[in-house]
């Protein structure tokens, strides 16, 4: 009986007792499918999104290193081309300072072949003065054994000198 008291006060057709029985059943199927379903999926895409986040982390991470790792690259290039500049700066001194040594000492075996060529020039210089003082005299007394011997002209005097200069010569 009770019952159809409940019936005959309606909202819509529809008694209280329906309307309170499909908002408990409405209830009942938000609760099931809020843990059935919304919480399940709700974890579901929480650890996607933690997993994506990792991913992100590492994709991060990774250039980083990357970076890092390049700028070193970087650094050793750097370096390399500074101790290969230094390197070559070094052998063209080297190169230079043994260039100018070499050319030292072919100054100083210069300096010393013209002092020795002068040596050796004074010496025979010296050598034909000697030979000339000692052939000097003797010439002379020829010449003037010749004058004395017989009276002479100047050219006969001319003649007599290039004869014995031209003997002296031979």
Not at 16 to 34: D, K, Q
């Amino acid at each position: 009986m009770n019952y159809l008291l409940l019936s005959t006060n309606s909202f819509f057709g529809f008694s209280i007792l329906e309307i309170l029985l499909h908002m408990l059943n409405l209830v009942i199927l938000l609760v099931g499918f809020t843990f059935l379903l919304y919480k399940p999926i709700k974890k579901i895409i929480d650890t996607r999104k933690e997993e994506f986040a990792k991913a992100e982390e590492q994709k991060t991470e990774m250039l980083r290193e990357t970076e890092e790792f390049r700028a070193g690259y970087d650094a050793m290039i750097i370096n390399a081309k500074d101790e290969e500049r230094r390197i070559v700066e070094g052998a063209q001194e080297k190169a230079k300072e043994e260039g100018n040594i070499i050319i030292e000492n072919a100054k100083d075996e210069a300096r010393a072949i013209y002092e020795k060529a002068v040596r050796d020039t004074q010496a025979q210089k010296a050598k034909m003065k000697e030979e000339l003082a000692e052939t000097v005299p003797d010439l002379a007394v020829k010449v003037a054994s010749e004058i004395l011997r017989r009276e002479i002209n100047p050219d006969d005097h001319n003649a007599i000198i290039q004869t014995i200069v031209d003997e002296w010569k031979d």
